[in-house]
């Protein structure tokens, strides 16, 4: 079996079977490859794979595959990296939600004015976080939240015991102190965040989007920003990168630049995804995260 990859840290590669050659995209690419893992974001390298390469399996090590479905050619199977990046966006989504409802952005400038500026503070205890988007990544949330005391209410796609689905949002968003978005970008999801998806949250409620920036109406999330209607504490953005200037510099509340999944136990994640992706296609038997309907 054979791998062409991006230079990725050697334990990446290192519990893979016996006999798997790697070849990494710095070298002469082979003619063929069993399995591809394109180097995120880079367009331009990957169509040329694509033309240069015959590829049988693309494996992302991301979550989210929509910069990718436009390049992918017919007949071959796109497997996302759905499990790799649970713990650590999971995490970001409480610290954010720590993080404004007791206002650490305002103690932080506090302190770099040298204020003392006292204040009672909200608890996470009790309050009601709608998560849109019920994965992997949702559930990890869900168990990081429910020892806080918090009720979860999980939207996904398709109607399951326990489980809303988008239909249900009109009364579930009065309800929600907190919203996460953690859907993938899809035309279906595609700013489904807009001025009545705003207009109809809990007035001061938080939106928390570790998702995708393209989920949001950027336009519209400013106005009610600037209302003080909502609350936002953002990792991803539209556009991405974020602009110098952006009016979402100064109108979020907190603002990380796409790195709720860049974390130290990335490359052990990886590595043990990969071990069991490459077996499995190995032995024959079904792959994981294979993408259909664009996720």
Same mark, same amino acid.
């Given at each position: 079996? /054979?791998? &062409?990859?991006?230079?990725?840290?050697?334990?990446?590669?290192? &519990?893979?079977?016996?006999?798997?050659? =790697?070849?990494?995209?710095?070298?002469?690419?082979?003619?063929?490859?069993?399995?591809?893992?394109?180097?995120?974001?880079?367009?331009?390298?990957?169509?040329?794979?694509?033309?240069?390469?015959?590829? /049988?399996? #693309?494996?992302?090590?991301?979550?989210?595959?929509?910069?990718?479905?436009?390049?992918?050619?017919?007949? #071959?199977?796109?497997?996302?990296?759905?499990?790799?990046?649970?713990?650590?966006?999971?995490?970001? =989504?409480?610290?954010?939600? %720590?993080?404004?409802? @007791?206002?650490?952005?305002?103690?932080?400038?506090?302190?770099?004015?040298?204020?003392?500026?006292?204040?009672?503070?909200?608890?996470?205890?009790?309050k009601t976080v709608l998560l849109?988007?019920?994965?992997?990544?949702?559930?990890?949330?869900?168990?990081?939240?429910?020892?806080?005391? #918090?009720?979860?209410?999980?939207?996904? @796609?398709?109607?399951?015991?326990?489980?809303?689905?988008? @239909?249900?949002?009109?009364? *579930?968003?009065?309800?929600?102190?907190?919203?996460?978005?953690?859907?993938?970008?899809?035309?279906?999801?595609?700013?489904? =965040?807009?001025?009545?998806?705003?207009?109809?949250? @809990?007035?001061?409620?938080?939106?928390?989007?570790?998702?995708?920036?393209? %989920?949001?109406?950027?336009?519209? *999330?400013?106005?009610?920003?600037?209302?003080? /209607?909502?609350?936002?504490?953002?990792?991803?953005?539209?556009?991405?990168?974020?602009?110098?200037?952006?009016?979402?510099?100064?109108?979020?509340?907190?603002?990380?630049?796409?790195?709720?999944? &860049?974390?130290?136990?990335?490359?052990?994640?990886?590595?043990?995804?990969?071990?069991?992706? =490459?077996?499995?296609?190995? /032995?024959?038997?079904?792959?994981?995260?294979?993408?259909?309907?664009?996720?």
């Amino acid at each position: 079996m /054979r791998i &062409l990859a991006p230079r990725l840290r050697e334990e990446v590669f290192a &519990l893979l079977p016996e006999g798997v050659e =790697v070849r990494f995209l710095d070298e002469p690419w082979p003619k063929g490859a069993d399995l591809f893992i394109p180097p995120f974001g880079q367009e331009e390298v990957v169509r040329k794979v694509f033309a240069e390469v015959e590829v /049988r399996v #693309v494996q992302t090590l991301s979550a989210g595959v929509d910069w990718i479905l436009p390049l992918l050619p017919p007949g #071959v199977t796109l497997c996302d990296g759905s499990g790799i990046h649970d713990a650590p966006v999971a995490e970001w =989504v409480v610290m954010a939600l %720590l993080a404004l409802l @007791k206002d650490l952005p305002g103690f932080l400038e506090a302190k770099k004015e040298g204020r003392w500026a006292p204040k009672r503070l909200e608890d996470l205890e009790g309050k009601t976080v709608l998560l849109l988007g019920y994965g992997a990544i949702g559930r990890a949330v869900e168990e990081r939240l429910r020892p806080f005391g #918090v009720e979860v209410l999980p939207v996904a @796609k398709h109607d399951r015991p326990g489980v809303y689905t988008p @239909k249900d949002l009109p009364h *579930l968003l009065p309800r929600a102190d907190a919203v996460v978005l953690l859907l993938p970008l899809t035309p279906e999801t595609q700013k489904v =965040v807009d001025q009545a998806f705003l207009e109809r949250m @809990k007035p001061g409620a938080l939106l928390v989007n570790a998702g995708r920036g393209g %989920l949001v109406d950027t336009e519209a *999330l400013l106005r009610a920003l600037e209302a003080g /209607r909502v609350r936002a504490a953002l990792d991803v953005t539209d556009p991405e990168p974020l602009p110098e200037g952006h009016p979402l510099w100064a109108r979020a509340h907190l603002l990380t630049p796409h790195v709720a999944g &860049l974390s130290e136990g990335f490359t052990r994640r990886a590595a043990r995804f990969l071990a069991e992706q =490459v077996g499995r296609y190995l /032995r024959g038997e079904p792959l994981l995260n294979v993408v259909q309907e664009g996720y």
